[in-house]
């Protein structure tokens, strides 16, 4: 059954292609949320909104809507957040989910610069870009909005752990994310925009992205459905309360 308090939101979802990304896309829509699903992979992004449709139930009146996007371009960015801000009137955007991000492997002296580049516009530039443009059309159209940054555990402590010691430059990337995430936080209070922001750290998570680095130690692992499950509940809460962080792990995990 649809809440009425999802109905006619809109959220947008980075790296809506696949693992944790199509996962809260997913969730959001059953919620009622009209969900931009953005991500590189356009064939992954209409499958995305295939599988809503076929499992949609009648009284939900919510779309998916795919939109092709690299996270590392400026431009693409822009014309992501422009699409969504107008895709209902004037509604704007209500719900922001960082989640794009990639993940090379190797030493910081061995991975290649342009994939540290790569791996930083995503990661880190990309999160400032979406979240500055999607603050401002919350502050403009006066939206309470909410703001969710899919961050990991290794953003919060050097993973050494097997096939997780070779992910330096993720791990920086995930800090700095870390930093990031309280000073929107701060900054969106002190200049009273009404805009939440929540950090949301996983340990292991059975993903695509995890899956091509080998990994097999911290065993067992979350399903992307956890991370989608405690992202609906952070915008579940009452809006006189903001989780500001939520580190979620596998029973048993050893990360």
């Keep these: 059954m649809v809440n009425v308090k999802w109905a006619g939101k809109t959220a947008v979802v980075t790296g809506a292609s696949a693992g944790i990304g199509a996962a809260v896309a997913l969730a959001l829509a059953h919620k009622g949320v009209d969900v931009v699903a953005a991500a590189r ?23 998916i809507h795919p939109f092709v996007c690299d996270m590392s ?6 014309s992501l957040m422009s699409f969504a801000k107008d895709l209902n009137g004037d509604g704007g955007i209500d719900i922001l989910v960082n989640n794009a991000a990639i993940l090379p492997t190797g030493t910081i002296a061995g991975v290649s610069m342009d994939k540290i580049t790569e791996c930083y516009m995503i990661n880190v530039v990309g999160v400032i870009a979406a979240t500055k443009l999607a603050a401002a059309d919350m502050v403009a159209k006066k939206i309470k909005g909410h703001i969710i940054m899919i961050n990991s555990i290794s953003g919060h ?3 050494t752990t097997g096939d997780l010691s070779n992910t330096s430059v993720y791990s920086s990337s995930k800090h700095a994310l870390t930093e990031l995430v309280e000073n929107f936080r701060l900054e969106f209070n002190y200049t009273r925009a009404n805009i939440r922001v929540t950090s949301i750290s996983p ?5 695509e ?3 091509s680095v080998q990994y097999s130690g911290a065993l067992p692992m979350l399903k992307a459905t956890d991370v989608a499950d405690a992202v609906v509940y952070a915008l579940s809460v009452p809006n006189t309360v903001n989780i500001t962080e939520m580190t979620i792990q596998a029973d048993g995990e050893v990360l």
């Design 203 to 207: 340990g292991a998570v059975d993903t």
């Design 157 to 159: 402590k050097t993973v």
């Design 73 to 78: 371009k400026q431009k693409d960015i822009e």
């Design 209 to 211: 992205m995890l899956r």
């Design 41 to 63: 992979r356009e064939d992954k992004l209409e499958e995305l909104k295939k599988k809503f449709e076929s499992e949609k139930k009648k009284e939900n009146k919510a779309l």
